[in-house]
């Protein structure tokens, strides 16, 4: 049985699975599926709780909140609250790019952590956090506020830092952003950006500051869900202000609390990674009428289909500008075609990321000529794997939180030219003989959003896939 139909993929899934103990098979199962063409899903669970034992690539609500959606806000001054070690491991590695200078006017790159100890364990770690904001008050007098991301221990102890942020909130005067974000809520990162746009709703949007002198235009919007990874926002805000789209704010790369706080006087919201922001996009269409709009600025195909899509909630001005941008990249996405297309078209990719990224990079890859043979989420929902579908062809290999076992089987089973996953599931893959590319944060690369994006992307995918490397270390079926 061919391993390249449904019926054979299917096939080899059992066999994988046959490796667990019944219990762990019977959960796992649910969670791993072969695409069928028409189907309104993919057919598996997901965000659901991973099996003890199995090895899940997942991360916390730690770093859902921290690393995702509050981290990137660059004129805040961001408090790990706990033990130094989730902030250390968060500092910096998802390569959120922000102008400014450090300590004046951005803070994305520094690490700050209330380091808890065996005493504040004991004795509490209110008082300590107190302390901690006066200092960072007199260091950086120029911050425009703080958030405070709690760790694990905080939740275990039951410290109020909801009570404190109140109360250093009135001494400084400035925004405090309490953050209840353990990581051992709820069952993945998904829930910390659920409770950053919650906490983004309550302690920013709803107090109705607003900006003093802000004035609008119709053609106001936000970028929501893009984190600059790379320079990704930056790519993205030159397409849409180019096609005459005025963006009021990014959210939350490159960002400023000012940004936040103008949010509601938006046209409408544009959001790229629907997973981490869906949630205050859903708020503010409820409470203040602003509509929104997923879109995909990965590759020549889907920029130019979202780019129209855009501009159809627009009058003919904007319509018009969209056309123009779209001729105007035109050739320079066609000279990258016919560089890389040649070089790339037949060979095969499968994917394992978080966020968006397993179906929208999808058509950047079509574009090149590259196959998605498998595709799975780290910590998606149901109505993601649902959106896949628009995506990916029958007989795709779907899995969600996908065990390194279970992953690593079906590189072994399917043989493909290229993966692309994270940081943890690199070496590996590289020491099989199988070109990688990290795509949480673009492997020290990037940006990948927009025209200019995808120059870098189709040179990276080239890199990997044709470099003269593999020819000196043969994947382990082809050396048997």
């Not at 922000?98 to 520094?110: I, L, N, R």
């Not at 981490?276 to 195909?301: A, D, Q, V």
């Not at 319509?319 to 990249?329: L, P, S, T």
Request: some cysteine; charged content about 25%; glycine content about 12%.
């Amino acid at each position: 049985m061919s391993l390249d139909d449904i019926e054979g993929r299917k096939a080899m899934i059992e066999e994988v699975l046959s490796e667990y103990p019944e219990k762990a098979r019977k959960k796992r199962a649910k969670h791993l599926n072969v695409y069928e063409e028409g189907k309104p899903d993919c057919g598996v669970k997901s965000n659901i709780k991973s099996v003890p034992g199995v090895m899940t690539i997942r991360g916390c609500a730690y770093a859902g909140a921290k690393g995702v959606v509050w981290g990137p806000i660059k004129d805040m001054v961001h408090i790990s609250h706990g033990p130094v070690g989730c902030g250390q491991y968060s500092w910096s590695q998802r390569r959120n790019y922000a102008t400014g200078q450090m300590g004046v006017d951005s803070w994305v790159t520094m690490q700050v952590t209330s380091d808890f100890q065996e005493r504040d364990i004991v004795f509490g770690g209110d008082k300590k956090l107190e302390l901690v904001i006066d200092e960072l008050e007199a260091m950086f007098p120029l911050s425009k506020g703080i958030s405070i991301q709690s760790e694990c221990p905080v939740g275990l102890i039951g410290d109020d830092i909801e009570a404190v942020a109140r109360k250093k909130a009135k001494e400084i005067d400035k925004v405090i952003v309490p953050v209840r974000c353990e990581g051992f809520r709820g069952v993945s990162q998904s829930l910390g950006h659920h409770i950053a746009n919650d906490c983004l709703r309550d302690w920013v949007l709803d107090k109705g500051k607003g900006e003093p002198g802000f004035e609008g235009t119709d053609y106001d919007v936000l970028i929501v869900g893009d984190y600059n990874i790379g320079g990704d926002a930056w790519a993205s805000r030159i397409l849409l202000e180019e096609m005459g789209l005025r963006v009021i704010g990014m959210w939350s790369g490159d960002g400023t609390l000012a940004e936040l706080e103008r949010g509601p006087k938006a046209k409408m919201n544009l959001i790229h990674c629907y997973r981490s922001m869906n949630y205050i996009c859903r708020h503010m269409e409820e409470k203040y009428g602003i509509p929104w709009l997923e879109y995909n600025f990965f590759g020549p195909t889907q920029i130019a289909k979202s780019l129209r899509n855009i501009a159809a909630q627009f009058d003919d001005k904007i319509k018009e500008g969209a056309e123009r941008v779209i001729a105007k990249y035109q050739p320079m996405a066609d000279a990258i075609l016919a560089k890389f297309k040649p070089r790339l078209e037949g060979k095969r990719a499968m994917l394992y990321v978080g966020g968006l990224r397993p179906r929208h990079v999808a058509d950047a890859y079509g574009d090149l000529g590259i196959e998605i043979i498998g595709t799975g989420y780290e910590f998606a929902h149901g109505d993601d794997y649902q959106r896949t579908t628009e995506y990916i062809k029958g007989g795709t290999l779907v899995y969600d939180d996908v065990s390194g076992f279970e992953l690593e089987r079906f590189i072994e089973k399917l043989r493909p030219d290229l993966v692309g996953s994270g940081i943890k599931e690199k070496y590996a893959v590289q020491k099989m003989g199988v070109a990688f590319r990290q795509l949480h944060s673009w492997d020290y690369s990037g940006p990948y959003h927009g025209y200019d994006g995808f120059a870098v992307f189709a040179r990276d995918m080239d890199l990997a896939i044709n470099s003269p490397v593999w020819s000196l270390h043969k994947a382990p079926w082809k050396a048997a």
